[in-house]
């Protein structure tokens, strides 16, 4: 699950971060004239944004995603709260970029989480014959 945590990162951080190094910034500094390199990172950008978030569909469901998304948000609020963390110097942008890279994860790794947690396989059938 570390890998793909780690790939998530990745994939969210290289999209966009306020850091100025991401490539939105890099596209929109082009705009409108892209390159062949923009567009193809675009590209391979893009495909990674498509399996991650096609797994994580899958694997977790719209309700799932709905409970990641709360589970990671009322985590971030205790940590606010208890004063584990603070609102300045882009934290909240940070935390945001973090929990979106970890639902992704957890899409990815759905399947290894759930025989882990409950010992089951799940296996689905095709009803079309």
């Known amino acids: 699950m570390l890998i793909r945590f780690i790939l998530s990162l990745l994939l969210v951080l290289s999209t966009w971060n306020?850091?100025?190094y991401?490539?939105?910034?890099?596209?929109?500094a082009h705009f409108p004239a892209i390159s062949a390199?923009?567009?193809f990172v675009g590209?391979?950008?893009l495909i990674g944004w498509a399996l991650f978030l096609?797994?994580?569909l899958a694997a977790l469901g719209f309700f799932g995603i709905l409970l990641a998304t709360a589970f990671f948000g009322t985590l971030t609020w205790v940590l606010f709260d208890q004063g584990l963390m603070?609102?300045?110097n882009d934290v909240v942008t940070?935390?945001?970029l973090v929990?979106?890279?970890g639902i992704l994860a957890l899409g990815m790794s759905w399947g290894h989480v759930w025989r882990k947690l409950s010992g089951q396989v799940e296996v689905r059938e095709d009803h079309h014959h």
């Open 18 to 20: 306020p850091t100025g």
């Open 22 to 28: 991401c490539y939105v910034d890099w596209f929109m």
């Open 37 to 39: 390199e923009v567009a």
């Open 43 to 45: 590209v391979v950008l």
């Open 54 to 56: 096609n797994a994580t």
């Open 86 to 88: 603070t609102a300045k």
């Open 94 to 96: 940070w935390v945001t």
């Open 99 to 101: 929990v979106l890279s």
